[in-house]
């Protein structure tokens, strides 16, 4: 069982940067992969960017050299960096835990609104 606890989202003008955080309740290295999704009403959830224990990362096209994710093994959290902001980034973003072993299990936090202005 995994509880993911999301933070950090809010306001912010086109152009601005802001930090997500998704705190996780266990050790991040047993999970396989940790990943950032978001979602806009009408449209299905998308990945944004995710990173594996082993920490290769991966991310949406429309997001790269945007935004960077990374982790905090010490505090078992996964950050989102969002730089360069862009009302089409508008969202509620989810953290979402993979774990492949001994069988198939997902887990995904609540969510955090960003808002971004023009």
């Known amino acids: 069982q995994v509880q993911l606890v999301e933070s950090g989202g809010g306001l912010v003008q086109a152009g601005g940067s802001l930090r997500l955080s998704c705190a996780a309740s266990r050790n991040i290295l047993s999970i396989n992969r940790v990943g950032w999704y978001r979602q806009v009403p009408g449209n299905q959830r998308e990945l944004v960017a995710e990173i594996t224990s082993g920490e290769t990362t991966d991310y949406a096209d429309s997001v790269k050299g945007r935004f960077t994710i990374s982790r905090d093994t010490a505090s078992n959290t996964v950050y989102l960096q969002m730089n360069s902001l862009k009302p089409e980034d508008t969202a509620v973003y989810y953290c979402?835990?993979?774990?492949?072993?001994?069988?198939?299990?997902?887990?995904w936090g609540r969510g955090t609104q960003v808002t971004v202005s023009s």
């Open positions: 979402n835990a993979v774990i492949t072993r001994p069988v198939l299990r997902t887990y």
